[in-house]
């Protein structure tokens, strides 16, 4: 598992529990699960018992479907 830039480490230690991008790469997520592995990304995986959630604006990578990129897909995100 690639754990992303130094960036992505330093922002994966502080001591939040939500958090909100606009990107559309795992670097992020991935670096948190080093941290705490009990996350959801959020839209997609539930809350159930995660630790810390991460609400992806435009999509991710890792659901195609779910990316936001032109006026259509931003009208069709809440579905």
């Known amino acids: 598992m690639a754990i992303g830039a130094l960036t992505h480490q330093l ?43 991460l609400l992806k604006l435009h999509g991710s990578v890792d659901a195609p479907s779910s990316i936001v990129l032109s006026r259509e897909d931003y009208l069709r995100f809440d579905r």
């Open 11 to 53: 922002l994966a230690a502080f001591p939040v529990t939500e958090a909100a991008t606009t990107n559309y790469d795992t670097l992020f997520e991935e670096a948190w699960q080093v941290v705490d592995p009990r996350i959801a990304v959020l839209p997609g995986s539930p809350p159930i018992d995660a630790a810390r959630w």
